[in-house]
């Protein structure tokens, strides 16, 4: 049976913004509204157990705790980002207006594999943004990203525009994820397959038939350049990015270029997401992967133990409490929740949830003993790393995602049910000492704003983003490209 998707019927809206206006692309997506705003939606609280809740049988307070992992904390940064993704969105749009003839000129271009008898199009046209989130696992880079396409319609149908005549479906994004391997075919693959889920087409099987091998890159690349053309792609995001520098025959060298090509040659923004071991690839190309700034390269950091945010994130998390105890709020019970978690949002909902379970099964409160226990048990898979990152080792980071594989995570996180049914088995060791003394850890948005017009870090809250951004004569840029024009210090 052929799949069916929904479409989002097109309403246009003005933007307030003159360089939009004009657009159906961009007057069909939601409005633009404040960094509050948008930071605000992206905020996701499960609701809070009443005391009634926790009057419930033990076994059925049990099946509630999973909920917890869908909460979504809002970061300060959050509102920036959002924000610099509604920039990106917009403006790779504003050169592939459908309202003008060079974007259809473009389209005849590509579906002809760059070739037409009367030239390429202006350079303009080809004009796109590659940028980067970065971060070690479990510090929420992919539940952001999910949360934030939640605001917007994947697939938009237009109809009629300005009293003319335009049918045509709107791909608003794309979002895949590196195949483990690493492998570039595999990841166009992907590609093919996630557009024809969202538009019920089958490019994935006309691409990759079974009975024969699959297409050079360079064909793929194409391919996947024409299906982003014809379906006014918006934006493509890669999670898992880090995957791809593990392709053995391409190396980091083609890792890069493949991206650089992807960004030129679809003609779309993409954005990657992965942890440190990408700034690895970057760094043996840009000497300093910050200097790829400039629409921009963001990271997300784990909690530092001094700041005002954990002790909030703390507070919201232990709010979903269904035991029969309070839980403890104060200084010794936030530290050695940090000890045990170092400050990574995953871990600590995943070991507040594990620890609800032991107490829920025992009936005891909970207690900074129960943290230590449930750690050394529970989450047995992840000790390795989390110690790499408590002994302040300056490759801590990246050392920490070398040792907090897929598979580590599997084990510790998602197997709850394990966690339940051996809990009175496992023996509880005695409280390890905690080292305190090295706190050498980063801190959220503690680094300074250069004056640099490219860094988004000085820009104003209160004023339009999208206007300081035109103000400083800022375009798309693709950071996956920058390394090849940048010498050594």
């Known amino acids: 049976m052929t799949h069916r998707p929904s479409f989002t019927q097109a309403i246009y809206r003005t933007t307030g913004v003159a360089a939009y206006d004009g657009n159906p692309l961009i007057e069909a997506l939601p409005p633009i509204i404040s960094v509050a705003e948008t930071a605000s939606m992206v905020e996701w609280l499960p609701p809070v157990p009443e005391n009634s809740d926790r009057s419930a049988p033990a076994e059925l307070r049990i099946h509630a705790l999973p909920s917890i992992r869908k909460l979504v904390y809002l970061l300060p940064e959050y509102g920036l980002y959002s924000s610099v993704f509604s920039v990106v969105l917009r403006e790779g749009y504003t050169t592939r207006n459908p309202v003008h003839a060079e974007t259809w000129q473009h389209l005849h271009y590509v579906n002809n594999g760059g070739r037409q008898d009367y030239g390429a199009p202006a350079p303009r046209a080809h004009r796109s943004s590659g940028i980067l989130f970065s971060g ?19 697939v938009i149908q237009h109809s009629r525009y300005s009293e003319q005549q335009f049918i045509h479906p709107q791909l608003v994004w794309i979002k895949i994820d590196c195949p483990h391997n690493g492998s570039l075919s595999g990841l166009a693959l992907r590609f093919f397959s996630a557009v024809d889920k969202a538009l019920g087409t ?27 053309a014809n379906h006014f792609l918006g934006v493509l995001i890669i999670d898992e990015l880090q ?15 493949f991206l650089s090509s992807m960004v030129e040659q679809i003609g779309v923004p993409i954005i990657g997401i992965g942890t440190p071991g990408v700034t690895k ?12 700034a400039a629409m921009g390269y963001y990271e997300f950091q784990r909690f530092s133990v001094d700041e005002d945010a954990w002790v909030d994130f703390v507070d919201t998390v ?39 379970f032991r107490c829920l099964a025992s009936g005891e409160p909970m207690t900074v003993e129960t943290l230590e226990s449930v750690s050394v048990a529970e989450l047995a898979p992840l000790q390795a790393a989390l110690r790499v990152l ?90 996956f490209a920058m390394g090849k024009d940048i010498e050594s210090p």
Do not use: C
């Open 202 to 228: 089958s490019y994935a099987r006309s691409n990759f038939s079974q009975n024969s091998r699959a297409p050079k890159l360079a064909v793929l690349l194409e391919e996947m350049a024409a299906v982003a």
């Open 318 to 356: 232990t709010r979903y409490n269904w035991t029969e105890s309070l839980i403890p709020d104060d200084a010794t019970f936030r530290a050695a929740l940090y000890h045990h978690t170092q400050g990574i949002t995953a871990i600590v909902i995943a070991l507040f949830i594990l620890a609800q």
């Open 390 to 479: 408590r002994s302040g080792s300056a490759e801590g980071i990246h050392e920490f995602d070398d040792l907090a594989t897929d598979r580590a995570w599997a084990e510790a996180v998602d197997n709850l049910d394990r966690a339940v049914l051996d809990f009175v088995a496992l023996e509880r060791p005695r409280a390890r000492t905690r080292n305190t003394a090295n706190k050498t850890t980063l801190k959220k948005g503690k680094s300074r704003a250069s004056t640099d017009p490219q860094d988004f870090r000085s820009l104003e809250t209160t004023r339009n983003l999208h206007d300081q951004v035109r103000e400083r004569g800022l375009t798309p840029v693709n950071v």
């Open 281 to 292: 690839v970057f760094r043996k190309t840009l000497q300093d992967a910050r200097r790829a």
């Open 243 to 257: 995957n791809l520098s593990r392709a053995k025959t391409q190396g980091d060298e083609g890792f890069l270029t």
């Open 136 to 154: 070690i696992s479990g510090t929420g880079k992919s539940t952001f990203v999910n949360r934030l396409l939640q605001l917007y319609p994947q």
